[in-house]
């Protein structure tokens, strides 16, 4: 069974940057497929953070999904994020100048 909902007229509201509100926002919009990669990369980082002793790699991987799953809440949206990462494998990254940095991303998104 496929969760898409092409048909729906708006955008669901920005996830929380949340493993359970990014779940919820694959569940709800993205096929089975890519959500199982977000289970199993979910449960590697965890395996990942109690054998370091350290949280970053869970946060790294939860910040690293939160922005695929605000791409799935609007279909326009994820178009676009679809489109940008083609991009990138066939050309390579924008150049420096181009990116968007950290802060700039705390300050659009607030994560």
């Not at 969760?3 to 920005?14: E, I, T, V, Y």
């Not at 990369?41 to 949280?55: I, N, P, S, T, V």
């Amino acid at each position: 069974m496929t969760a898409s909902h092409a048909g729906r007229p708006q955008m669901l509201p920005r996830p929380a940057c949340t493993p359970a509100a990014i779940r919820a926002v694959l569940a709800e919009n993205a096929d089975p497929a890519v959500l199982k990669r977000y289970d199993d990369e979910l449960d590697a980082a965890f395996e990942e953070a109690r054998e370091q002793g350290d949280l970053t790699p869970l946060i790294q991987a939860v910040r690293r999904w939160w922005f695929e799953a605000d791409a799935w809440r609007d279909p326009n949206a994820h178009q676009e994020f679809l489109a940008r990462v083609k991009r990138y494998q066939r050309e390579g990254p924008p150049p420096p100048v181009e990116r968007v940095n950290r802060q700039e991303i705390r300050a659009r998104y607030g994560v």
